[in-house]
């Protein structure tokens, strides 16, 4: 069965491990709802019990991972860099799968910090790479899913809309597989496909992309952290183009839309 969390990747009964599995996805938990505040304590919490047990070669890194996740958030710019820099030097010490798996994970987020600081082409390395590695791993699907996601996201960005289309077209068979279509994870990859799909019809384009945020927006809120990425990537593209109305409505219409300019 794939893991729909990488601390998943590790199974053990040892029951510090499985108390700290369960603060980590508290922590998880509180960041998709965008308590931030609440996931950060806990995560910090998480951060200094990792230290204590048997497995600490996984969660301390995993911990500073998420911290770094969780810095990124909250516009950390260089603490979110010096612990995701700690944590994939941690989780590349350990070769076994699951290290293999969280250092993947962490690859992805990284590519995240580097696209909102404008180095596309490095978040785009970064994505390749840890797909790559998710490639050769048993039982890595749902990640895998999720860096193939986030791949065909920056692709789309880079222009690149041919390869786009098609790796989104695997993140969404993988996350039917795993997840499930219910899934906000599966949303954000649909709405990659729709805006593949109608590249060359720029009024379904956003017709499309508004729906798919509308619908993601209503189900997960305001805050949750893909639809936001989302969403200030368009409103760039609108602003690039110098659709300045259609700018001001989608502020308008979407709360999500709070760090783009």
């Not at 791993?137 to 041919?162: C, E, H």
Request: aromatic content about 8%; charged content about 30%.
């Amino acid at each position: 069965m794939s893991s729909k969390r990488v601390v998943d990747a590790l199974d053990t009964t040892d029951k510090d491990f499985v108390h700290w599995k369960m603060r980590f996805k508290a922590a998880a938990g509180a960041f998709e709802q965008g308590k931030f505040k609440d996931a950060r304590d806990l995560m910090f919490r998480a951060l200094n019990q990792a230290e204590t047990l048997e497995d600490k070669s996984f969660a301390v890194p995993a911990s500073n991972l998420a911290i770094a996740i969780l810095s990124m958030e909250q516009n950390k710019v260089d603490e979110a860099k010096s612990y995701f820099d700690t944590g994939l030097r941690g989780a590349n010490l350990r070769p076994d799968d699951a290290g293999r798996e969280l250092y993947a994970a962490g690859l992805r987020y990284l590519a995240m910090w580097q696209e909102r600081n404008g180095t596309l082409d490095e978040a785009e390395s970064r994505l390749r790479e840890s797909v790559g590695i998710l490639e050769k791993l048993p039982n890595s699907d749902t990640q895998l899913a999720y860096s193939l996601s986030d791949l065909s996201f920056i692709l789309v960005r880079n222009g690149n809309i041919s390869e786009a289309q098609k790796t989104v077209r695997k993140a969404m068979q993988l996350l039917t597989d795993t997840v499930g279509k219910d899934q906000p994870q599966y949303d954000f990859a649909k709405m990659i496909f729709e805006v593949c799909l109608n590249q060359n019809d720029e009024k379904s384009l956003m017709d499309m992309f508004e729906l798919s945020a509308s619908k993601l927006q209503y189900k997960m809120g305001s805050k949750y952290p893909n639809l936001v990425r989302a969403l200030n990537a368009y409103a760039a593209a609108l602003k690039e183009r110098g659709l300045t109305e259609e700018l001001d409505d989608a502020k308008e219409n979407f709360s999500a839309l709070m760090r783009a300019s």
